[in-house]
């Protein structure tokens, strides 16, 4: 039996709210919108992130180009807010062509906005996370197709580097649960994937994976403790490097500390990394003992090599 008229039109909540994120009256993006559906894909999870993403692409050609910059920008919004569920849909074949879809065999000597929107969030995904996420390899699609625009004689510019950007990383550690966490929400991402595509060697691939996400073959379960370790060792590195640069403090002449020099990147780190320190402490005086020294010691040579810094800055070298 058919349905009503009416239920032909209805549309996915996540639909109407990617359409009230690319709604053409916006006249910039609207960045609470743009949350909005991050959450939603968040939370879904499942077939989500790939919905959007392919949503997402269509609406990024569509005829009206501030539709498409508006659905750029909403793009550039969810593989920072989204992880590596989203990640892995941008990294298809199907949502890198359809995102390309209106580009000329020759490139045009001066690209229109939303060409430039793309291929700058291209060139920018080749930068970033194929290079620093945890699974970059499977990102590859995203390297090709970078690869391919260039040698089709497509140019890419150079993007600003965003310190704050790298800063978030480099002092955003995680503890060895969350750590396990995340490869768990990835492993669930691809899964889901593997089994959409559903060719012998995908369905093979998601069998083996399923084993995993089982714990079939305990042995091959990635310590993520000493992973975490490694984390903390990186950022005592970042300690050893603020006491050496300041001991190299030119102190008869009075070195000036301004904003955005290296002593104020590396301090930042630092700042930024003591919230999750000091969280673990709290959580390791009850579920983690074994690690409460290590928490505290890290957590101590943060605290010593800030207030040194916070010193020198007002000249008490």
């Given amino acids: 039996m058919l349905g009503s008229p009416t239920s032909w039109l209805q549309v996915s909540p996540l639909e109407s709210l990617v359409t009230r994120a690319c709604d053409p009256s916006l006249p910039e993006p609207n960045y609470a919108l743009h949350l909005e559906v991050a959450d939603y894909i968040n939370k879904k999870k499942a077939n989500t992130p790939r919905d959007a993403a392919m949503l997402i692409a269509r609406l990024a050609n569509h005829r009206n180009p501030h539709i498409g910059m508006l659905a750029l920008a909403l793009l550039d919004t969810l593989v920072q807010s989204c992880g590596y569920p989203f990640h892995l849909q941008i990294g298809t074949k199907e949502f890198l062509n359809e995102l390309v879809r209106r ?9 229109g906005p939303v060409m430039q929107r793309i291929l700058d969030l ?3 995904w080749k930068e970033g996370i194929c290079a620093t996420s945890r699974w970059k390899e499977d990102l590859g699609n995203i390297r090709d197709m970078h690869r ?3 040698f089709k004689g497509y140019r890419f510019r150079e993007l600003p580097r965003n310190n704050n950007q790298s800063l978030a ?7 060895a649960e969350e750590l396990e966490a995340e490869d768990r929400e990835a492993q669930q991402a691809k899964l889901q994937e593997l089994i959409r595509r559903g060719t012998p060697r995908d369905l093979a691939a998601a069998q083996e994976l399923m084993k995993a996400l089982a714990g079939a073959n305990p ?4 310590d993520y403790r000493s992973q975490a370790l490694n984390e903390l060792n990186k950022l005592e590195q970042k300690v050893i490097l603020m006491n050496e640069m300041l001991d190299n403090v030119d102190r008869e002449r009075g070195e ?10 590396v301090a930042s780190i630092l700042v930024g990394a003591r919230p999750r320190i000091q969280k673990w402490i709290s959580d390791a005086e009850t579920d983690d003992p074994e690690s409460l020294d290590t ?7 943060i605290n010593n090599v800030l207030a040194r810094y916070e010193a020198y800055k007002k000249g008490d070298y």
């Fill in 103 to 111: 580009f000329p065999e020759r490139p045009p000597p001066f690209p």
């Fill in 122 to 124: 291209i060139h920018a």
């Fill in 148 to 150: 391919l625009l260039t």
């Fill in 169 to 175: 990383s480099a002092s955003n550690i995680k503890s």
């Fill in 219 to 222: 042995d091959a379960r990635p």
């Fill in 256 to 265: 000036k500390f301004v904003a955005g020099d290296v002593y104020d990147q």
């Fill in 295 to 301: 928490y505290l010691q890290i957590n101590d040579q």
